[in-house]
């Protein structure tokens, strides 16, 4: 599991400089993007947040993250939900509550989390991926962070890694 990590995390690091290169090229830059990253976190206020708030999508939910000063909310990017088969990637669920938190001014950490019931024999989830489907995992961690590249600003990297590591 834990080169499964650490290939993550150097993929997204790879991925966010590529994203950079791009800028250069194009002239712009993630501060000027159309998009709710904000690379200059300027204070500590900046990087408070809520686990999983805006799942409603309604206008109540976000004042009241409003009046909390709320910038950051926390979204579960779940494989099994995004990959049901091996190669469907379906964002639509995932897309309505990004452009929700995006249009109530909330910036989002992505959790890239868990695994899928089709990479097990038995189609159960098992909150494990073998060294077999590490690939398979690294290709969702690519689409996903591909599709959220400039909406998604930051990624967390499985949770609760020490949860159920082994088989």
């Known amino acids: ?47 408070f947040g809520i686990c999983h708030a805006g799942k409603t999508k309604s206008k109540g939910e976000y004042d009241l993250l409003d009046d ?19 190669g469907n990637f379906d964002f639509t669920q995932m897309d ?25 024999e038995e189609n159960k989830r098992k909150f ?4 077999e489907n590490q690939k398979d995992y690294i290709n969702y961690v690519i689409k996903l962070t591909e599709h959220y590249k400039w909406k998604v600003p930051a990624f967390e990297i499985w949770n609760e890694p020490n949860n159920r590591l082994r088989k």
């Open 68 to 86: 909390l000063g709320i910038d950051w909310i926390r979204i579960d990017f779940r494989w099994d939900k995004i990959e049901k088969q091996k």
């Open 128 to 131: 494990y991926i073998s060294p």
């Open 96 to 120: 309505q509550l990004v452009d929700s938190a995006i249009l109530h001014n909330k910036k989002i950490l992505g959790v890239i989390c868990y695994d899928t019931p089709w990479i097990h």
């Open 1 to 47: 599991m834990k080169k499964v990590q650490l290939l993550s995390c150097l993929l997204l690091s790879i991925h966010f400089l590529y994203a950079q290169e791009d800028n250069k090229k194009n002239g712009t830059s993630l501060a000027t993007t159309n998009t709710s990253f904000d690379s200059n976190i300027k204070s500590i206020t900046d990087a």
